[in-house]
């Protein structure tokens, strides 16, 4: 089964930090470009990352840019998104894609397939 899991979601506190992960099972991961997205109720999913496959050049949105950092390791057939100096607006649910164009990054949600279940993230005092 071609699946990708991802884990990490906690609560924390604003300025806190946290690194999720991204698992696939039953594939290669090295062969794509990994997308990170949140959404919360009521609001589109929004892509916040993304780590091409082919020279590992990596993308944020503004806002998460100079926060949030992305890496994979192809060994462990494990994507990353580490997340520092949280604010309340980061709280969501995580997910993370493969893209649709292989190796390259893509910056829309419906260039991405296999999709996780997602993993909760909440920043709260």
């Known amino acids: 089964q071609v699946q990708l899991v991802e884990s990490g979601g906690a609560l924390v506190q604003p300025g806190g930090s946290l690194r999720l992960s991204c698992a696939a099972n039953g594939f290669r991961l090295d062969a794509y470009a990994i997308g990170w997205f949140r959404q919360t109720p009521g609001k589109e999913r929004e892509q916040v990352s993304c780590?091409?496959?082919?020279?590992?050049?990596?993308y944020y949105s503004n806002a998460v840019k100079d926060r949030f950092t992305v890496s994979r390791d192809n060994a462990k057939n494990t994507a990353y998104l580490q997340m520092n100096s949280l604010k309340l607006d980061d709280t969501g649910v995580y997910y993370c894609?493969?893209?649709?164009?292989?190796?390259?990054?893509?910056?829309?949600?419906?260039?991405?397939?296999?999709w996780g279940q997602g993993t909760q993230v909440t920043v709260s005092s």
């Open positions: 780590i091409s496959a082919s020279d590992g050049s990596k």
């Open positions: 894609a493969t893209s649709k164009g292989g190796d390259a990054c893509r910056w829309r949600t419906n260039e991405f397939a296999s």
